[in-house]
């Protein structure tokens, strides 16, 4: 029989007085409390029994104060011979589920029980101390379970270039009150001048490693320090699971590594800070950056010393501002917004002027309503917590975007640019030429990000060009032009063989447009299955990527180090080299913008480029030659061919136009095979 949860009702007489005699039980350790005092419990909504064949094996007896957001839990008691079953968690969830608009669960425990272990496995962290009225005056714990709602100071954003998480050695060095041996080199992360860029902050387990401090004076003074510090609360259930994923893959990449308590702590602060959504984690712990490269690739979490942090301050800020490899994972999820939930989303989302509040709520439900079909979607981060929204609708030739709001997030100019990108596809799919973005409020991270992508500002609205022609200067500014006259407005003139650059600029702010007569040059990048599938989800992967996002807008590829006449910016054709199978393979899956290419070794390399990609260290140290350097190739906005063009096929357009065609290694190609390529990858027919 399974066991059940009953909140207890004043009238339940038989469940009060059993839950009762198993207090009872345990006096020494819960303390005497008197019958009245269940009973009042139960009036209150405070008793939760824990049942199994009519008898209770376990309660949670907990106060709800009217002056406080928290739930105050006095007992959590679980029959000695039950334990074990997971009855006391059962408890705690009950009590979560039954009042989640509380911002926690506070208790106190005498710290002589020993019972840290259980509060922290049911996802509790220290939250001070206080000495007991007791005669021995023993100390007691206080504990707190935070239930995910955000504060006036989680909330706030930092002003700081970049927020980095430090493990308790490092918040020793910084705060403790005795000196420790090399402590230098963490104190410069507190040093004058790097007060506006760099901000610290703290997760669960450095406060739970602060509580386990012996000498009390230490213990209060570090635990006091903690105030200047930015407080990070990621679920806890996130992390147990992010935690699991990064034992495992450490057992694999170091199978001599002894699992112990010691590496579960340190893996702890990088699924912490992973799940808090920051990305630089500081140390000086010598097995803590041994994991580094388990860190990076499981969790996207860079484990640096504190000198790493003070030398290259600017590159650690843009891996953590922009990191469209974690849009390729899982924990990003999409869905339209369902009818009568458009109040819960004005918490969320920014709203001025007259467009506030129920105002903001009210313009949702319009676009419910109606004669147009308009699409409503959502996204939501790995805790549920909504992080853009966008809606749109084809109007004859115009794709309208009525809606367009990123939420706070560590990652909100990422998904800014790649919502920007996703339009813009949704927009050529469609048949559309141009893209209006009607909102009379768009966040500022997606406003500052669409001038970028050619957004002009008409009428008082972003509008774009969707010009969708690979052709000549004349045949491209021919469609641009006829566009722009719609929108009475004036359009780049476009002559041929304009210098690459301009071109590039010109094909970004029009895409998909390709203007062919230019100087901007063409390259064949022969490319491996395992990485076109990593990259482009071609081949399929057996556990597919999410469609949602699509391609991220940035990536590098690594390849060996030898020339072969690239130049930026560039036009890429992606050709997968080989298949999975036989008979697979060797076709041309799609085309990229090329922005920069950089030589040097795979360490530098990597530490330039680790927030772009799928490569890990060693990847990309696989892909240096004899002279021990390696090249990178950052790209972006890539275009996926509806219709891949098979090895045939590519050798017969190269033939056509009498062109010759190597596929050993990256080669320049004419942009007229480029432009046969594209055509017949879009080909309908």
């Known amino acids: 029989m399974a066991v059940k949860l009953v909140s207890v009702s004043p009238a339940q007489d038989e469940l009060i007085d059993k839950a009762v005699a198993l207090g009872d039980r345990y006096t020494k350790t819960l303390g005497l409390l008197t019958p009245p ?46 334990r074990g079953r997971g009855i006391a968690r059962q408890l705690v969830e009950g009590v979560k589920e039954r009042y989640p608009q509380r911002l926690g669960i506070k208790a106190k425990c005498r710290r002589d029980y020993n019972l840290s272990g259980m509060w922290r496995s049911l996802g509790f962290i220290p939250d001070g101390e206080v000495r007991g009225r007791g005669r021995d005056g023993e100390i007691l714990d206080g504990w707190w379970l935070d239930l995910g709602h955000p504060d006036l100071f989680t909330e706030m954003e930092s002003d700081a270039l970049l927020v980095v998480t430090v493990d308790h050695g490092v918040f020793a060095d910084l705060r403790g009150l005795a000196d420790t041996a090399d402590a230098e080199e963490s104190r410069a992360l507190e040093a004058g001048w790097m007060a506006d860029l760099v901000e610290l902050a703290y997760t669960p387990q450095l406060v739970h490693e602060i509580r386990d401090l012996p000498d009390t004076a230490e213990r209060q003074h570090q635990r006091a320090a903690l105030t200047g510090l930015r407080k990070l609360s990621p679920a806890s259930a996130a992390v147990d699971e992010r935690s699991r994923e990064l034992l495992q893959a450490a057992a694999q990449a170091m199978p001599a590594l002894t699992v112990d308590a010691g590496l579960r702590v340190r893996l702890r602060y990088v699924a912490e800070t992973s799940c808090a959504g920051l990305q630089v984690l500081a140390t000086r712990d010598p097995l803590l950056s041994r994991l580094a490269d388990v860190a990076w690739e499981v969790a996207r979490v860079r484990v640096v010393s504190p000198s790493t942090v003070t030398l290259h301050v600017d590159e650690l800020r843009q891996a953590q501002v922009y990191r469209p490899a974690d849009l390729m994972g899982t924990e990003f999820r999409s869905g339209e917004v369902a ?58 030739r115009t794709l309208v975007v009525p809606v367009l709001r990123t939420a706070g997030h560590p990652l909100e100019q990422t998904l800014a640019r790649q919502l920007l990108f996703l339009i813009k596809r949704l927009g050529r799919d469609s048949g559309a030429e141009i893209i209006r973005i009607s909102d009379p409020h768009p966040s500022e991270a997606a406003r500052s990000a669409a001038s970028d992508d050619g957004f002009f500002e008409h009428d008082g609205r972003l509008v774009a060009l969707l010009v969708n022609v690979c052709g000549t200067a004349a045949e491209v500014e021919a469609v641009a032009g006829g566009l722009a006259r719609e929108l009475i407005v004036d359009t780049t003139e476009l002559r041929p063989g304009m210098p690459a650059e301009v071109a590039a600029v010109v094909e970004r702010a029009w895409w998909p447009a390709k203007v062919i007569d230019s100087k901007l040059p063409s390259f064949l990048v022969p490319i491996k299955p395992r990485w076109s599938s990593e990259l482009f989800n071609v081949p399929a992967m057996l556990i597919p990527r999410s469609d949602v996002l699509g391609i991220s807008r940035e990536h590098v590829y690594y390849r060996s180090s030898g020339r072969r006449g690239e130049s930026v910016p560039a036009r890429l054709l992606w050709y997968v080299s080989e298949g999975n199978s036989p008979g697979e393979g060797q076709m041309v899956v799609g085309s990229s913008r090329l922005d920069e290419v950089l030589i040097d070794t795979p360490d530098t390399l990597f530490s330039k480029f680790e927030h772009l990609g799928v490569y890990g260290r060693a990847e990309v140290q696989e892909a240096a030659d004899a002279s021990g350097r390696a090249m990178a190739l950052r790209f972006s906005d890539t275009e996926i061919f509806p219709k891949p063009v098979a090895l045939r096929r590519l050798t017969s357009l190269a033939k056509e136009l009498g062109l010759p065609l190597s596929l050993i290694s990256l080669s320049k190609i004419s942009n007229e095979l480029f432009q046969a390529v594209y055509q017949e990858g879009h080909r309908t027919t």
Not at 355 to 374: K, M, P
């Open 37 to 82: 005092a269940y009973r009042k419990a139960a009036e209150d909504g405070g008793l939760l029994v824990a049942v199994e064949a009519d008898e209770v094996l376990g309660y949670a007896l907990f106060g709800l104060p009217k002056r406080s957001a928290r739930i105050r839990l006095a007992h959590l008691c679980v029959a000695e011979e039950q």
């Open 339 to 396: 009818p009568g939930a458009e109040d819960e989303l004005v918490a969320f989302f920014h709203q001025s002027g007259g467009d506030d509040g129920s105002a903001f709520a009210e313009r949702l439900r319009s676009l419910n309503e109606g004669a147009v079909a308009w699409r409503r979607e959502l996204l939501r981060d790995g805790q549920g917590r909504p992080v853009a929204l966008y809606a749109w609708a084809l109007d004859g």
